[in-house]
């Protein structure tokens, strides 16, 4: 009997070790980003449970005026008291994904290569950034299937806790012809999903036309909207924990090359500009918790990939170098700031590829609504946006992909080579902002719902052809384009 009672204490406490949450977990995956020939990062964070939080309360809701109360207050705890019903923490809530403290190891080698495998050490990660990590892989092999392996264990001990497998390809040398698709997506969020345990749609559909790579332009949460509003570094903190434990969110981003890109809700709030506060959190910091904690990091924000001998893209930054909105439109007023334009056109000049794309997170042909003042087709940007436009005549082979509007269109400015494809945003419920019946002469295509777009680069005969098309939120195609350039050799 005795030894029956000690035997049954033992199995109890065994079993009640394995029920505890052991932690420290992957719950939300692994990204990479900026992906070159040679190097990618890898970005992870350790949260204290496999998944989000299903069970707790949501967050109340203040309205316009409490928000813009709360807004110019900047006063954290009338902030939380706003949001979070009485006697819950932030942790507590629906969709929480609470981070915790623990070290992280890397493994990476070429899919077809396991034997050249090389791992990193165990390192900790940064409780002051999130407990997220990134590693730099340098000295990688063009145009090459990589995969990822990272565990995770508690501080200073030696029982692996958790471990997960991801992957990315390297785009191929400027020589190789190759065929590729990739996809576009931008502005979604967690209210807005449109799987309610899984996340939004798209994902699991691109995900079965296994892109060779995909860009967000931004928008890949809202700081501003309610659910809570992120007016502490906190709260923008949860919104990011949460979206990315969602499984169709989680499950693309672990095994595509992706680039992201950021755009105003993702720094402060909309049409966000310097000087700009959202709450308590100043424009300097919404800026640093983007592009130095939650995303994959480089150097500068912005960059082009040559993706083969017919492709080159460029990924343009928006919101860094920009002026204020409301500054008298003129030769000094700025969207990406003189450095980064005039590597844009030097870079372009010099590229020999048959397509060149430039991806950024606003507009540049729109048409957009009137009344905005935040991109290149708004009036207050008319002197730098001609002028870019009038630069881009000169090509016949690029084109615009951009996100930031609500609706799905294809643009084409008369008589000339300017062709402008905006994706949608990432779901039907997010759709809006434009009138489905105001077509103008530019629209080659217009549709006020959400979808994405894929870019498919192919070789027939002697022609190199760019195919975009529009996907609805179930992958129906709704619109398409076809560009075919001669072969030079
Ligand atoms: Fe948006």
């Given at each position: 009997?005795?030894?029956?009672?000690?035997?049954?204490?033992?199995?109890?406490?065994?079993?009640?070790?394995?029920?505890?949450?052991?932690?420290?977990?992957?719950?939300?995956?692994?990204?990479?980003?900026?992906?070159?020939?040679?190097?990618?990062?890898?970005?992870?964070?350790?949260?204290?449970?496999?998944?989000?939080?299903?069970?707790?309360?949501?967050?109340?809701?203040?309205?316009?005026?409490?928000?813009?109360?709360?807004?110019?207050?900047?006063?954290?705890?009338?902030?939380?008291?706003?949001?979070?019903?009485?006697?819950?923490?932030?942790?507590?809530?629906?969709?929480?994904?609470?981070?915790?403290?623990?070290?992280?190891?890397?493994?990476?080698?070429?899919?077809?290569?396991?034997?050249?495998?090389?791992?990193?050490?165990?390192?900790?990660?940064?409780?002051?950034?999130?407990?997220?990590?990134?590693?730099?892989?340098?000295?990688?092999?063009?145009?090459?299937?990589?995969?990822?392996?990272?565990?995770?264990?508690?501080?200073?001990?030696?029982?692996?806790?958790?471990?997960?497998?991801?992957?990315?390809?390297?785009?191929?040398?400027?020589?190789?012809?190759?065929?590729?698709?990739?996809?576009?997506?931008?502005?979604?969020?967690?209210?807005?999903?449109?799987?309610?345990?899984?996340?939004?749609?798209?994902?699991?559909?691109?995900?079965?036309?296994?892109?060779?790579?995909?860009?967000?332009?931004?928008?890949?949460?809202?700081?501003?909207?309610?659910?809570?509003?992120?007016?502490?570094?906190?709260?923008?903190?949860?919104?990011?924990?949460?979206?990315?434990?969602?499984?169709?969110?989680?499950?693309?981003?672990?095994?595509?090359?992706?680039?992201?890109?950021?755009?105003?809700?993702?720094?402060?709030?909309?049409?966000?500009?310097?000087?700009?506060?959202?709450?308590?959190?100043?424009?300097?910091?919404?800026?640093?918790?983007?592009?130095?904690?939650?995303?994959?990091?480089?150097?500068?924000?912005?960059?082009?990939?040559?993706?083969?001998?017919?492709?080159?893209?460029?990924?343009?930054?928006?919101?860094?170098?920009?002026?204020?909105?409301?500054?008298?439109?003129?030769p000094?007023?700025?969207?990406?700031?003189?450095?980064?334009k005039?590597?844009l056109y030097?870079?372009l000049?010099?590229?020999?590829?048959?397509?060149?794309?430039?991806?950024?997170?606003?507009?540049i042909l729109?048409?957009?609504?009137?009344?905005?003042?935040?991109?290149y087709?708004?009036?207050?940007?008319a002197y730098e946006g001609n002028e870019i436009r009038e630069y881009l005549k000169q090509f016949?082979?690029v084109?615009?992909?951009?996100?930031?509007?609500?609706?799905?269109?294809?643009?084409?400015i008369?008589g000339t080579t300017l062709?402008?494809?905006?994706?949608?945003?990432?779901?039907?419920?997010?759709?809006?902002?434009?009138?489905?019946?105001?077509?103008?002469?530019?629209?080659?295509?217009?549709?006020?719902?959400?979808?994405?777009?894929?870019?498919?680069?192919?070789?027939?005969?002697?022609?190199?052809?760019?195919?975009?098309?529009?996907?609805?939120?179930?992958?129906?195609?709704?619109?398409?384009?076809?560009?075919?350039?001669?072969?030079?050799?």
């Amino acid at each position: 009997m005795k030894h029956f009672t000690l035997l049954t204490i033992l199995i109890i406490a065994f079993s009640g070790c394995n029920l505890q949450s052991p932690g420290p977990f992957f719950g939300n995956g692994l990204h990479n980003g900026w992906v070159d020939q040679n190097s990618v990062v890898i970005w992870t964070r350790l949260t204290g449970e496999p998944e989000m939080n299903r069970a707790g309360p949501k967050f109340l809701e203040p309205d316009a005026e409490n928000h813009r109360r709360l807004d110019k207050g900047a006063n954290i705890d009338s902030i939380y008291m706003a949001q979070l019903p009485s006697g819950f923490s932030l942790d507590e809530m629906e969709g929480a994904c609470p981070g915790m403290e623990g070290e992280v190891k890397l493994v990476y080698y070429p899919l077809k290569d396991p034997e050249t495998r090389i791992e990193s050490g165990w390192t900790p990660v940064d409780a002051q950034k999130n407990f997220t990590y990134q590693w730099k892989l340098t000295g990688l092999t063009p145009g090459t299937k990589y995969v990822v392996e990272i565990e995770s264990k508690k501080p200073g001990k030696s029982k692996i806790s958790d471990k997960i497998t991801g992957s990315f390809r390297t785009p191929p040398d400027a020589g190789v012809v190759t065929d590729l698709n990739f996809c576009i997506v931008t502005c979604h969020d967690y209210p807005r999903r449109d799987d309610s345990i899984n996340g939004h749609k798209i994902y699991s559909i691109m995900q079965q036309m296994f892109p060779d790579f995909l860009v967000h332009t931004g928008d890949v949460e809202y700081y501003d909207k309610a659910g809570p509003f992120a007016l502490t570094e906190e709260l923008m903190r949860f919104k990011w924990d949460r979206i990315f434990a969602l499984p169709y969110q989680r499950d693309f981003y672990r095994q595509v090359t992706t680039y992201f890109m950021k755009d105003d809700h993702d720094v402060l709030r909309d049409d966000a500009y310097p000087g700009m506060r959202y709450g308590t959190v100043s424009w300097e910091r919404g800026l640093e918790i983007f592009d130095k904690e939650q995303f994959p990091s480089n150097d500068l924000p912005y960059k082009t990939i040559r993706w083969g001998k017919d492709l080159q893209i460029w990924l343009m930054e928006g919101r860094n170098y920009r002026s204020k909105n409301t500054d008298q439109d003129g030769p000094d007023k700025t969207i990406w700031g003189k450095e980064q334009k005039e590597w844009l056109y030097n870079t372009l000049l010099k590229s020999d590829a048959t397509f060149k794309l430039i991806i950024t997170p606003g507009p540049i042909l729109g048409p957009d609504r009137e009344n905005k003042k935040d991109n290149y087709s708004n009036k207050v940007f008319a002197y730098e946006g001609n002028e870019i436009r009038e630069y881009l005549k000169q090509f016949d082979n690029v084109f615009i992909c951009n996100g930031d509007r609500h609706w799905q269109y294809v643009t084409n400015i008369p008589g000339t080579t300017l062709w402008e494809f905006s994706c949608g945003a990432g779901s039907d419920v997010h759709a809006g902002g434009w009138d489905q019946n105001d077509l103008r002469p530019e629209h080659r295509f217009l549709r006020v719902k959400g979808g994405f777009l894929k870019g498919s680069l192919y070789h027939s005969d002697e022609k190199v052809n760019l195919k975009f098309q529009h996907f609805d939120v179930d992958g129906n195609v709704v619109h398409e384009e076809l560009f075919s350039k001669d072969h030079l050799n």
